[in-house]
């Protein structure tokens, strides 16, 4: 069993930045792949990064290119999104998941074992 529990959401103004940590509990995270996805209201959950057991292996949505960082700490069993240039667009509820004794990233949310409750981004224009 993973407990996923995410923070740092909030509100921010366009261009700016957050960092969101996702926090796991149990023994199995550090064989977990661990994805980052969102869901704004009325849109279907969409893939945002996904990162390999060792960080060495990164995977990003087109929209989010060049402006997000995936990363894992596995001796914190915490892994982060660091949200920089931050657009309107990126309005959603953030959540985290992780894809138990899996070697292969996904982008989808089917792939993804458990889940945490989410945290709220807003970006202002």
């Known amino acids: 069993q993973v407990q996923l529990v995410e923070s740092g959401g909030g509100l921010v103004q366009a261009g700016g930045s957050l960092r969101l940590s996702c926090a796991a509990s149990g023994r199995t995270f550090s064989r977990s792949v661990m994805g980052w996805f969102r869901q704004a209201p009325g849109e279907v959950r969409e893939f945002v990064a996904a990162?390999?057991?060792?960080?060495?292996?990164?995977d990003y949505a087109d929209a989010v290119k060049g402006r997000f960082t995936i990363s894992r700490d596995n001796a914190k069993n915490t892994v982060y999104l660091q949200m920089n240039s931050l657009k309107p667009e990126d309005t959603a509820v953030y959540y985290c998941?992780?894809?138990?004794?899996?070697?292969?990233?996904?982008?989808?949310?089917?792939?993804?074992?458990?889940w945490g409750q989410g945290t709220q981004v807003t970006v202002s224009s």
């Open positions: 998941a992780a894809r138990n004794f899996a070697s292969a990233l996904s982008r989808t949310p089917g792939g993804y074992d458990y």
């Open positions: 990162v390999s057991w060792s960080g060495g292996i990164t």
